[in-house]
């Protein structure tokens, strides 16, 4: 089975804060996704990453950076948290080279006070 | 731009009762659509592709390209299949876009 580990399951952060959400999967694939949920919205593509240090912006991107240093792990930091950044992150991966499943995490619910 | 909407939020039904979730993209070529599923405390898992052309749980989805839609489809609702539905578009990239979602709701 596919596995993909989010590192917190819920987190609580104050406004100004450098925040670091985790991503780990054991499959080897090529590609991960950060996505945040929220109601009505949907999900929205934050970053896609398609190989080890290559990424390329989503739909919000404002706010967030990613890194990937290693093909299994995948962060998305928030440089300086704020309120409206209040949400379900939602990270993601896929084999690429095609159109195959992608796998999600279990999700972590940030609050921002 | 590529662009998945899905028009209604909430969709109420009765058990036994035919559903459609409607799902219309924008996309340029030639795009790889999903659908994906989240139960209650649940993982957003897979439910088909339209690449496999099968149904999954009495669930199908036939791309029409005509009308750039790519609605799910069954024709005796079942209150497990209450959930959260989301209609999903993969670019040749690789990006996976996501739509706003619907919520289904099946009622006894």
């Known amino acids: 089975d596919v596995k993909v580990t989010q590192s917190s399951r819920y987190l609580v952060k104050r406004t100004g804060e450098k925040v670091f959400l985790e991503c780990v999967q054991d499959?080897?694939?090529?590609?991960m996704f950060w996505y945040r949920q929220d109601p009505g919205l949907g999900l929205r593509l934050i970053y896609f990453s398609y190989d080890v240090k290559m990424k390329e912006k989503g739909d919000i991107p404002e706010g967030y950076s990613v890194s990937r240093e290693k093909k299994e792990r995948f962060s998305l930091i928030l440089e300086s948290a704020s309120t409206n950044q209040t949400s379900m992150y939602l990270c993601a991966s896929s084999l690429g080279g095609g159109p195959t499943e992608a796998f999600f995490g279990q999700g972590t619910r940030l609050t921002v006070v | 731009a590529q662009r998945v909407t899905q028009p209604e939020k909430l969709l109420s039904v009765f058990k036994g009762a035919p559903v459609e979730l409607k799902c219309n993209y924008s996309y340029s070529g030639s795009p790889e659509l999903f659908w994906y599923v989240q139960y209650s405390r649940q993982r957003l898992q897979l439910l088909l592709r339209h690449i496999s052309r099968e149904s999954i749980k009495g669930f199908t989805a036939d791309l029409n390209k005509g009308e750039t839609s790519f609605h799910l489809k069954k024709p005796f609702a079942q209150e497990e299949d209450s959930a959260m539905y989301y209609c999903a578009l993969e670019n040749q990239g690789g990006k996976l876009i996501f739509g706003q979602g619907t919520e289904l709701s099946v009622k006894p």
């Open positions: 499959m080897d694939h090529e590609n």
